[in-house]
């Protein structure tokens, strides 16, 4: 077996990270405040427009307090995508509220309007305005903003914008993360940049990124002591996490390049492979950072291959691949909470696969995944041709 993995998506530091990490250690501001801190969140609110950025030690810590933003209680009914990462759904349950999931569209794979609109009127029936819309973005290409802003004001239901996938994706112009009445980032280690571990929320106003900033920090009071008068959380981030992403956001839209090249490295490598398409907007009017690439497999027209045959192929060549997000609706944890929809969700996570997507990813390692693809789909006179 080759020696080297090849990751999903692997963290790429761009080269002035540590300079700025080295720069907290200097002036001793090892701790949740700090120059970098401040220089993070200019730069993302610089990147976004006329938004309000408070960084925070994740994406769902982020969530969490937009749900909580937007005033989400015990007892109340909060609307969630359903084909997204559990961390989407599971500060619903923090809060006491109950999730009610929706099924994907089959054009940007998420949130379904009509699934949408159906579940809001059966809610309201049943006695309760859903409090939240939450909504994703995934793999990096937007959701379709104004269908569900649409059904969003037609009943008065405030948005939170799960853009942890789409940090530099935009529709007609404007940046994921300000579509939602709050919205989210996240800096994990396989997204499009990292902290090592990191998130963001993202408001229309200064008094709401406060408001957020000081219950990210244990809800303090003005008072020389200790004194709280509602509860707190510890969700700020770190100033030397903030110092990596001071350093990542540099190479944010170089990244974000290289991202869109391997994506087309796919759309070219599957061009010729009958039964096989690769995920992509659907429109000009859309932009994504294509965060990951990913693919749909149709057994029926493959001679059988399905999305594990490839999946295995790639992990006996040290390759990684995973298969889609599995819909919230089907995880033993969530499966009795309501759902909406047609079961679209349902067969793209039985037929797709995330295929790696790292900004780092050489032309050789591109080489080993293409002769790995086109060797199982039989198309041994391509590799021949090409050599
Ligand atoms: C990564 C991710 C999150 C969670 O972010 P963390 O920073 O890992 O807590 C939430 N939602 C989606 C869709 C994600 O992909």
Redesign the pocket.
Do not use: R
């Given at each position: 077996m080759h020696k080297n993995k090849i990751w999903l998506s692997a963290p790429h530091m761009g080269g002035s990270e540590l300079k700025y990490v080295q720069e907290a250690f200097d002036s001793n501001w090892i701790a949740p405040v700090g120059l970098n801190i401040d220089c993070f969140e200019h730069h993302l609110e610089a990147y976004l427009g006329s938004h309000h950025v408070a960084v925070l030690n994740?994406?769902?810590?982020a969530?969490h307090l937009g749900l909580i933003l937007l005033g989400v209680q015990a007892g109340d009914t909060v609307i969630c995508q359903s084909m997204?990462?559990s961390?989407?759904a599971n500060p619903i349950l923090y809060l006491g509220a109950t999730p009610v999931f929706i099924d994907s569209e089959p054009e940007t794979w998420n949130l379904c309007p009509i699934a949408l609109e159906e579940a809001i009127v059966d809610t309201i029936a049943k006695g309760a305005t859903p409090k939240v819309i939450l909504t994703?973005h995934?793999y990096g290409v937007p959701y379709k903003i104004d269908e569900i802003r649409a059904v969003a004001d037609k009943y008065s239901i405030p948005i939170l914008e799960?853009s942890?996938?789409a940090l530099g994706s935009s529709y007609k112009g404007q940046q994921c993360g300000t579509f939602g009445d709050v919205g989210i980032f996240?800096?994990?280690g396989s997204?499009i940049i990292t902290t090592s571990?990191?998130?963001a929320i993202v408001t229309h106003s200064k008094a709401l990124k406060d408001r957020a900033i000081f219950l990210a920090t244990q809800a303090r009071d003005i008072a020389p002591h200790y004194q709280h008068s509602e509860i707190g959380y510890n969700y700020r981030m770190s100033n030397i996490c903030a110092g990596i992403g001071r350093g990542q956001m540099e190479v944010l839209d170089y990244h974000i390049g290289l991202r869109r090249s391997i994506h087309e490295f796919y759309i070219e490598l599957f061009a010729a492979i009958e039964g096989v398409t690769v995920f992509k907007v659907p429109n000009a009017t859309y932009f994504s950072n294509y965060w990951l690439s990913t693919i749909l497999i149709n057994p029926l027209e493959t001679n059988g291959i399905t999305r594990e045959t490839l999946r295995l192929a790639l992990e006996a060549a040290n390759i990684e691949s995973r298969p889609l997000w599995k819909p919230m609706h089907l995880q033993p944890v969530f499966c009795n909470y309501p759902y909406y929809g047609n079961h679209i969700a349902e067969t793209l996570f039985n037929n797709g696969l995330c295929l790696p997507s790292g900004s780092n990813m050489t032309p050789e390692d591109c080489n080993r995944i293409k002769f790995v693809i086109l060797k199982l789909f039989g198309k041994k006179e391509v590799i021949s041709k090409k050599r």
């Open positions: 994740s994406g769902t810590a969530i997204t990462f961390a989407s994703v995934l799960d942890a996938e996240s800096f994990n997204k571990g990191g998130g």
